[in-house]
């Protein structure tokens, strides 16, 4: 499967937002995640950084 | 292996714009694409959308 964790860039450091992403759409809120088992999460953030094989992406607020 | 294509989105169309793409990060120019040879390209973009499971990474021009 080749989906990544989602971490969340906060004062230089990142949290783990959300594991095991597929989907990340433009929501009015920001971003719609969507996990390989259709969890979603909303976040008010933009697409820093990917990292893809490294499994990593890194969300920063907007 | 973990990679994907990064297409760009123009005038509602999605042209394949760098294969196996391992990071994309922010350039002084917009984004650095970094396919998984270490090859490079430079875009003036921004992410929009990524469908991780479909190995796909979806730019915008900004």
């Known amino acids: 499967?080749?989906?990544a964790n989602a971490?969340?860039?906060k004062d230089g450091r990142e949290e783990l937002f959300l594991e095991m992403v597929?989907?990340?759409v433009p929501h009015e809120e920001g971003l719609m995640l969507e996990d390989i088992f259709g969890?979603?999460?909303i976040v008010k953030?933009?697409?820093a950084e990917l990292a893809l094989v490294d499994h990593k992406i890194v969300l920063?607020?907007?």
């Open 45 to 47: 953030a933009r697409i």
């Open 39 to 41: 969890r979603r999460k």
């Open 22 to 24: 597929d989907k990340v």
């Open 7 to 9: 971490y969340l860039r």
């Open 1 to 3: 499967m080749c989906e």
């Open 60 to 62: 920063e607020k907007e």
